[in-house]
């Protein structure tokens, strides 16, 4: 159990790695009427990123384990891809509300995974950055109009 609970954070980790550059990238080049917006938004969301990634990795730690460390690491083992270039701003927007209703799957399956180890700790950090993707989820789509 424990490994694949750390398989799982793990991949939660190099995703919100992917998406840290991801959101960055967004956050240069939104061009359009919703630049002051979305530059905003995009900043705000990587910032949360980060949080993520470190609280991730220390929770890892914590429990005598190692996270991902390294960006080809990361790219081995996320799902999130990384940002094509050239996207719109609706593009964007579409695209970071598609990777996060991906992660709220993958956060489902690990926060069972973590129930199933009696590893409350990690289950409730798991629930909290599921809890704060359903809210982004339903305002990027409420922002395109879905």
């Known amino acids: 159990m424990k490994s694949e609970l750390t398989q799982c954070v793990n991949q939660q980790i190099a995703n919100w790695s992917v998406l840290y550059i991801k959101l960055h990238n967004y956050h240069w080049y939104v061009?359009?009427?919703?630049f002051f917006t979305l530059?905003?938004?995009?900043?705000?969301?990587?910032?949360?990123a980060a949080l993520h990634i470190d609280e991730l990795a220390e929770r890892l730690l914590a429990l005598g384990d190692k996270p991902v460390a390294t960006m080809t690491g990361c790219m081995e083992i996320a799902s999130v891809k990384e940002?094509?270039?050239?996207?719109?701003?609706?593009?964007?927007?579409?695209?970071?509300?598609?990777?996060?209703?991906?992660?709220?799957?993958?956060?489902?399956?690990a926060m069972e995974i973590a129930d199933e180890a009696r590893d409350e700790t990690t289950g409730d950090l798991l629930l909290s950055i599921h809890s704060s993707?359903?809210?982004?989820?339903?305002?990027?789509n409420s922002f395109l109009g879905k």
Do not use: C, Q, R
């Open 31 to 34: 061009t359009g009427p919703e």
């Open 39 to 48: 530059h905003a938004k995009f900043e705000e969301l990587y910032n949360e």
């Open 83 to 109: 940002a094509e270039g050239g996207e719109t701003a609706s593009e964007m927007v579409a695209s970071i509300a598609s990777d996060f209703s991906g992660l709220i799957s993958e956060l489902k399956k």
């Open 133 to 140: 993707l359903e809210k982004h989820v339903w305002m990027l």
